[in-house]
């Protein structure tokens, strides 16, 4: 396993242990972990309610274009947006640290 970190708004980092070997996504694997994420869509990338700001992470795969469309239309959009739905869960994700970004 490997471990995220959720930032909250007082900015205090909670640990959250993610299985490498389930083929999740990052947005299920925080769905997993109770925290509230409609993410109404299932993981499409058509719905921005899994929306997070990546900290602290390491290099990953770039943003398809639908998952751009998506972000590029939100309010919110930071540097480090991205729709966990589209991230894979991996080994190197280990460490990364990330805010939740949806409204809802
Ligand atoms: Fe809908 Fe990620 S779950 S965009």
Redesign the pocket.
Request: hydrophobic share 45%; with cysteine.
């Given at each position: 396993d490997i471990t995220v970190y959720v930032e909250n708004e007082a900015g205090e980092r909670i640990a959250v242990p993610v299985p490498t070997d389930m083929g999740l996504s990052l947005?299920e694997a925080l769905k997993a972990n109770e925290f509230d994420?409609?993410?109404?869509?299932?993981?499409?990338?058509?719905?921005?309610?899994?929306?997070v700001e990546l900290i602290e992470a390491p290099e990953l795969p770039e943003a398809s274009d639908d998952?751009m469309y998506?972000l590029e239309n939100l309010p919110n959009l930071t540097d480090g947006s991205r729709?966990?739905?589209?991230i894979k869960v991996t080994p190197e994700l280990d460490g990364t640290v990330l805010r939740l970004m949806a409204n809802h």
């Open positions: 947005m994420i409609m993410a109404t869509c299932g993981g499409m990338a058509l719905c921005a309610t899994c929306h998952e998506m729709l966990s739905c589209q």
